[in-house]
């Protein structure tokens, strides 16, 4: 018997006794969905407590909970720019008590500077997108810059001085000044941190002088950092007279940041929709829109189908990036 005959016979085995088993299968899967959430969900963000993940994933965690009467517990799990979480929810039971809340680098930007430990089209179904950072380059007032034009001809002047500090080596913030350093033709030293609470201490401490994340903008309506810019297609409605990198001359240079939530693979679709229609409600609230745009983010509502698709679209225009920059880990 050759091995295609046996295999056929094996796949015909197995196919019958799906089939007898199939009723308490289904009956079994009917019930878990039905009966979801009947305990707490984690949700694991893969950077440190106090980054612009987390900061963004909270308002979503606590309305999520409210909603369902079950908490949905944060697990902060940082290092390796992600990738320590995001390989813990991977290898997680997809049964629709575990999820991963991240930006948009771990699967589409990290993977394709270094090999990750997990798939990250395999390895992950969608459930919905929370939203988009609206935020720019600050700068520590100690530096004397006070415009992004400013910046500019300092770093010009001065290449290397300026250090900028970033959530990890592979994430999207990282992309942001290595991109700004194309376009501009400046030399700004990339410092890598565990997460962006760190980056932000260092910052505010002048030990690195810049850093591109939300978790900076209450220091900066504090007065202890300065905002050059907005990296988003449209101005921050907390900061209106802070210009669009595209209105500075820097058209195509804002490397989107962008947030959701997802799934180990194999988690029921039920699932993940019943979650997703409660964020795009929730999404289009008042109350979601004004905490998410005081803490320098905008809800984009998505059904599933489409945040697949943005993340696939996304991860074809930052190879392209990569590759124009010459962007590697260092």
Not at 252 to 275: H, N, Y
Request: glycine share 10%; charged share 20%.
């Amino acid at each position: 018997m050759t091995i295609d005959r046996r295999r056929a016979l094996a796949l015909g085995a197995g196919g019958a006794a799906s089939a007898l088993a199939s009723p308490a299968l289904v009956s079994s899967a009917v019930a878990q969905v039905a009966n979801w959430p009947d305990k707490p969900v984690k949700v694991v963000v893969p950077y440190a407590p106090g980054g612009g993940t987390d900061i963004i994933a909270r308002p979503w965690m606590e309305k999520l909970s409210q909603v369902w009467g079950q908490p949905f517990v944060i697990e902060n799990r940082g290092g390796a720019s992600g990738m320590i979480g995001t390989e813990a929810v991977s290898k997680s039971a997809a049964d629709g008590y575990t999820f991963l809340f991240t930006p948009n680098n771990t699967l589409n930007i990290l993977p394709l500077l270094k090999p990750t430990p997990y798939d990250p089209v395999k390895g992950f179904d969608p459930v919905g997108r929370a939203g988009d950072m609206v935020c720019g380059f600050v700068v520590h007032p100690a530096a004397g810059i006070k415009t992004f034009a400013e910046l500019i001809d300092f770093a010009k002047k001065n290449p290397g001085k300026l250090a900028y500090a970033s959530s990890g080596a592979g994430t999207a913030t990282q992309m942001r000044i290595e991109m700004l350093k194309l376009k501009a033709g400046i030399d700004i030293l990339h410092v890598p941190y565990r997460g962006g609470a760190d980056a932000l201490n260092d910052v505010l401490a002048n030990n690195a002088q810049m850093m591109n994340e939300s978790s900076a903008l209450p220091h900066v309506k504090a007065g202890k950092l300065i905002l050059l810019n907005i990296n988003h297609s449209e101005r921050s409605s907390e900061f209106p007279n802070v210009p669009t990198l595209t209105e500075l001359g820097y058209p195509g240079a804002d490397v989107p940041i962008w947030f959701s939530l997802w799934a180990p693979a194999g988690t029921p679709k039920e699932i993940r929709e019943k979650i997703n229609a409660k964020m795009i409600e929730l999404g289009k609230s008042d109350d979601m829109k004004q905490r998410l745009a005081s803490a320098g983010y905008a809800p984009v509502p998505q059904n599933i189908d489409e945040l697949a698709k943005d993340m696939a679209d996304g991860t074809k225009t930052n190879a392209e990036l990569i590759k124009t920059a010459n962007i590697k880990l260092e």
